[in-house]
């Protein structure tokens, strides 16, 4: 098959890993990580390409490399070319390989911070937060990096730990997911020398590729995916098991 993967950079490092190995011919574009803080400015960004992607008629599916994302992917539109996604609440159940990990570790705290070679390597911040809540509490979605260059490291955490102070989701936590392709190239030592500096526990979870490898390869089975019919669009569901559905 000729495939078209639309995705968020943090994956490009694990995303090239599996298309190296696959047995289809697939087209790669990513999007910035930043634009997952504008859900509304991302869906209308991945609808453009999907419709120039459907447009282009060459392709047999296009592969959404992403979850509900902050509703970024809700309400997005399959038109002559089926989509396919994850059953996934957002990019760290991508990391861990499964839903059912996610839910492991995430269930009675899912918008715990987390990060990944891939995401400590793109863009400003290091670490992933809970968009719907971290975003709209800094006004503007402004990161620890930007205080700390403005107002100096101790004066940046009295006015981080001042605006999250209401925050419910925020704790004072990071994990780090460690998938075993990338583990070499350090990003682990790094998290946990920032996370001691910023006073964080620090955790390390191992990740998995399972769940890019399949959607790569074609293994769309209904437990771990979404297919999107031409016409169709998704929808969130926002339970543990099915996430996303499609409707007409």
């Given at each position: 098959m000729r495939l078209k993967l639309i995705g968020?950079?943090?994956?490009?490092?694990?995303?090239?890993?599996?298309?190296?190995?696959?047995?289809?011919?697939?087209d790669l574009e990513f999007t910035e990580k930043g634009q997952h803080d504008h859900p509304d400015v991302l869906r209308a960004h991945l609808q453009e390409r999907i419709n120039a992607?459907?447009?282009?008629?060459?392709?047999?599916?296009?592969?959404?490399?992403?979850?509900?994302c902050g509703n970024a992917t809700m309400d997005l539109q399959a038109k002559s070319v089926p989509l396919v996604i994850p059953r996934a609440h957002d990019c760290c159940t991508l990391f861990l390989g499964s839903k059912e990990a996610f839910t492991q570790h995430f269930r009675h705290k899912p918008s715990a911070r987390f990060t990944s070679t891939g995401y400590m390597e793109r863009g400003?911040?290091?670490?992933?937060h809970d968009p719907g809540t971290i975003s709209q509490s800094m006004g503007g979605g402004r990161s620890y990096e930007e205080y700390v260059r403005e107002f100096g490291e101790e004066n940046a955490r009295?006015?981080?730990?001042?605006?999250?102070?209401?925050?419910?989701?925020?704790?004072?936590?990071?994990?780090?997911?460690?998938?075993?392709?990338?583990?070499?190239?350090?990003?682990?030592?790094?998290?946990?020398?920032?996370?001691g500096a910023e006073g964080l526990a620090y955790s390390v979870l191992p990740g998995s590729l399972s769940l890019i490898e399949k959607l790569i390869d074609g293994d769309w089975n209904a437990n771990d995916f979404l297919i999107v019919q031409p016409g169709q669009r998704i929808t969130g569901l926002y339970d543990w098991d099915e996430i996303v559905a499609a409707k007409d």
């Open positions: 968020c950079e943090v994956f490009t490092r694990e995303v090239c890993h599996c298309v190296a190995r696959s047995l289809h011919v697939i992607c459907a447009a282009a008629e060459k392709y047999q599916a296009i592969l959404l490399c992403l979850g509900l400003e911040d290091s670490f992933a009295y006015i981080w730990e001042t605006l999250h102070a209401s925050c419910q989701h925020f704790d004072k936590s990071i994990t780090f997911i460690d998938v075993p392709e990338t583990s070499h190239l350090g990003a682990a030592q790094q998290c946990e020398d920032r996370a």
